[in-house]
Nanobody
């Protein structure tokens, strides 16, 4: 069993900052990729930022220069640092991870339950 749990969402005024955290727990041998997605009301879920297996981070154009994805030294937690927030950043933010449960296992995608981010003007 692998579970991802997000935290750090909330209400913030435009121009403010938030840091979202995603903690993975369970049968984890290694994490091969990490990502953050968001879904605004009435819209499809979209990629915000990711660290793929290659290690080359990538961001949606709409957040580039404002958001940063990173991981901690323990490697079971990763973050989305959001600055200069805009009302259009409002939505439910989800973390996901590609997790291998043994050295010989494929990696599988797991999702958190989401955390609400609301940016007021």
């Amino acid at each position: 069993q692998v579970q991802l749990v997000e935290s750090g969402g909330g209400l913030v005024q435009a121009g403010g900052s938030l840091r979202l955290s995603c903690t993975a727990s369970g049968s984890i041998f290694s994490i091969h990729a990490r990502g953050w997605y968001r879904q605004a009301p009435g819209k499809e879920r979209e990629l915000v930022a990711a660290i793929p297996y290659s290690g080359k981070v990538n961001y949606a154009d709409s957040v580039k220069g404002r958001f940063t994805i990173s991981r901690d030294n323990a490697e079971n937690t990763f973050y989305l640092q959001m600055t200069s927030l805009k009302p259009e950043d409002t939505g439910v933010y989800y973390c996901n991870a590609e997790v291998a449960k043994s050295y010989s296992d494929y990696s599988y995608t797991y999702w958190g339950q989401g955390t609400q981010v609301t940016v007021s003007s």
